[in-house]
């Protein structure tokens, strides 16, 4: 979602919309492989449809940084399975540098569930809806935050293609009551994505990905008027993973997404990393049951 100025154009801006599209990933759908145990749950932009197991909690950050404008997004997610992988709650923090018209700060906070309605005995489909609400704690006016509250619903599908690769499919559905932009104008916004990506599983814990996300954000252009435009961003990355005994999976990862549009493209650098780990009395020192050690 964007800052005061609308759904700017760039990269960062089209994240911003989808808030990363992954800021609530789970558990992946990536098949397993016959020589180790593999990542399941890092993907960068197209959200993955598999909950939080039972006593597993999450920590990821995102980091994304635009070639041409400078500018930049950091988000912090944490999720929570309520108790086991059917339900899953988690929010969501955002520190953005828009650029023009204001400095780094603080975004919109989000507030996230997931319904795993599909997949949580096994198999090769998952579907998993999710719905968040974002309240409008950054600053309108230098361009961190909607104005308004926001709800937002995103449809993942996940799908098992062999032991070596996995599929996953995204579409989304964003509403803003009432943004702002940094003159101070207001209206409704609504923005659609559709996001595609393959995984493989080139080693257990080395993969490859290729991602892609359209979108067709509004933007508020003057009081009561909202202007359309539409994004395709293609990212190729890869993750590594390194799983400890304790059950704790750390999970770096690079992708360089960029826009493409009118027959260029608008590159930017995406940093991502996972800690994923046991909680609770009945879960300490014992490993994770899906995770190997090193």
Do not use: C, K
């Not at 609504?190 to 080693?203: E, K, T």
């Amino acid at each position: 979602m964007a800052g005061a100025r609308g759904f700017a154009p760039g990269v960062t801006a089209v994240l911003i919309v989808t808030r990363l599209a992954a800021t609530a990933p789970a558990t992946a759908a990536e098949p397993p492989v016959p020589d180790g145990p593999s990542i399941r749950d890092n993907s960068f932009l197209v959200e993955e449809a598999y909950n939080q197991e039972a006593g597993i909690v999450q920590h990821i950050s995102s980091f994304v940084r635009e070639r041409g404008t400078g500018g930049w997004l950091y988000t912090f997610t944490q999720e929570w399975p309520v108790p086991g992988m059917r339900h899953q709650l988690g929010w969501t923090l955002l520190f953005v540098e828009p650029g023009d018209p204001g400095g780094p700060g603080w975004g919109d906070i989000g507030l996230n569930y997931r319904f795993m309605a599909i997949g949580t005995e096994g198999g090769p489909v998952a579907f998993a809806p999710r719905v968040s609400i974002f309240l409008p704690t950054g600053a309108s006016d230098e361009g961190r935050g909607n104005g308004g509250p926001a709800a937002q619903v995103n449809l993942p599908l996940s799908l098992e293609l062999g032991s070596r690769v996995a599929a996953h499919t995204n579409l989304g559905l964003l509403h803003v009551e009432e943004a702002r932009n940094d003159a101070g104008d207001s209206a409704d916004l609504d923005a659609v994505w559709f996001g595609q990506s393959v995984i493989w599983l080139l080693r257990p814990r080395f993969n490859l990905m290729l991602e892609a996300l359209w979108t067709r954000a509004e933007s508020v252009v003057a009081d009561g008027e909202s202007d359309a435009r539409t994004s395709l961003l293609l990212s190729p990355g890869a993750r590594f993973a390194f799983n400890r005994p304790s059950g704790l999976q750390i999970v770096p990862g690079i992708a360089f997404p960029f826009e493409l549009r009118r027959g260029e493209s608008d590159g930017a650098l995406l940093l991502y990393l996972s800690f994923e780990h046991p909680f609770g009395v009945s879960s300490v020192g014992r490993p994770s049951p899906r995770r190997g050690d090193i």
